[in-house]
């Protein structure tokens, strides 16, 4: 099920959705989860908000990453009933969004977006 979830300071709904979705996963506040990105993205030459910072995050903090079989049949709605308990971050085109306990936390409903891959603590698998 979709959640409307928007943690920015100013409320706004667009090109933070890396930041909104790793706050959300780490359970830590969007401008901490701004700092952790940005920093990242520094040290490693590359945007805040670009796959491999964000990944390279959240690996630090515990997750995995791994592929989806089929990235054209598999929505986010798709992964969330399937994954009903622990902590996800999907990845999608363009876009990035938290499934918790099987619920998609997002400013818009992203359910019908086809996840590329993911990430996840080894606990949540």
Known sequence: MWINFNNNPVARRVADCAIRA?????DMSWEDAYA???AAGYAMGDLPNSNEVITAVLRQNGFYRKAVDCQNCYTVADFCKDHPYGVFVLFTSGHVVTCI???????WDSSGED???YCYREDDL
């Open 22 to 26: 790793v706050s959300l996963a780490l």
């Open 115 to 117: 996840v590329l891959f």
């Open 101 to 107: 306990d099987g619920d998609n936390y997002d400013v």
């Open 36 to 38: 952790l990105l940005a």
